[in-house]
């Protein structure tokens, strides 16, 4: 996977607006065959604290914190055969922007391909990410911790 660029601003100490990091961000996992660069992540409502530090620690879960969100970006490689595409369900609401190649969205029975530029609006239900063509599909996430499934 391409290393992912992260820029954070902020305040300086007399108050002025900053760019507080400017690096390719360093928190990256390899989790169910995909490898996943964690950008951002916020713990209950997102903060815009004068003080800077980064929000992101080492073996983030696939969930977000609960009451907050998490922001990533996720290359899945061509799926091997006889491999079983990852089904799971979190207490989340998410974003899924494809970024470049395609994948297919598997979401109960149901299926869809999804190419660069298009996004699914994932509700709670169980699904999983197949990619059954040769080339990695990059995808950016957002997830926003909605609590237990009502």
Do not use: K
Request: with cysteine; net charge negative; hydrophobic share 35%.
């Amino acid at each position: 996977m391409r290393s992912v660029r992260r820029i954070v601003t902020g305040h300086d100490g007399s108050g002025r607006p900053v760019i507080v990091e400017d690096a390719d961000c360093r928190h990256i996992q390899t989790t169910a065959g995909a490898q996943v660069v964690n950008l951002w992540l916020h713990e209950g409502p997102p903060r815009n604290d004068t003080t800077y530090a980064d929000p992101v620690g080492p073996d983030v879960p696939l969930p977000p914190p609960a009451g907050g969100g998490v922001l990533r970006v996720v290359e899945f490689g061509p799926r091997d055969q006889g491999e079983t595409p990852y089904l799971h369900r979190t207490p989340s609401l998410d974003y899924a922007f494809v970024i470049a190649g395609e994948v297919v969205a598997v979401v109960g029975s149901e299926e869809t391909v999804m190419r660069a530029g298009d996004v699914l609006i994932q509700r709670g239900t169980t699904h999983a990410w197949d990619n059954r063509s040769d080339t990695p599909c990059t995808i950016l996430f957002v997830l926003l911790d909605t609590g237990p499934a009502t």
